[in-house]
């Protein structure tokens, strides 16, 4: 036999009530608890959802994305257009230069700096 096990059931009923003790403390603790707790209201949430928009960082890889396409896509063209029609370099620059254009307004279209197109529905 090792020193905590004893012959009579008397640490048993010393266990149980222990844990009657401590189960009574743990209700109290909880209920203490709930009253002090702010009520929170159902539609809020500390959680960012959809409603709340899109990330920062989401934002940031459109926009930027955004501009680099139209940039590629004006690089692209004015290159093509250069080799096949063998007007070199001039097709590259001016394509180039209006890729940045484009890039620069969907940059702006997509952050909300430019108003809406009016249309029909909205006019009246």
């Known amino acids: 036999m090792s020193g905590n096990e004893?012959?009579?059931?008397?640490?048993d009923g010393r266990k149980k009530a222990l844990d009657a003790d401590l189960s009574e403390r743990l209700k109290r603790l909880e209920t203490?608890?709930?009253r002090k707790r702010p009520s929170a209201s159902p539609?809020?949430?500390t959680r960012p959802g959809p409603a709340a928009g899109p990330?920062?960082?989401?934002?940031?890889m459109r926009l930027s994305t955004e501009f680099i396409a139209g940039v590629l896509a004006g690089g692209i063209l004015g290159w093509m257009f250069d080799h096949y029609l063998g007007t070199k370099p001039w097709g590259l620059i001016v394509l180039l230069m209006l890729g940045f254009a484009t890039g620069v307004y969907n940059v702006m279209r997509a952050s909300g700096a430019l108003s809406k197109a009016p249309t029909k529905e909205r006019d009246r």
């Open 6 to 11: 004893t012959g009579d059931e008397g640490g």
């Open 32 to 34: 203490q608890i709930e």
């Open 43 to 45: 539609g809020h949430s």
């Open 55 to 60: 990330s920062p960082l989401g934002q940031a």
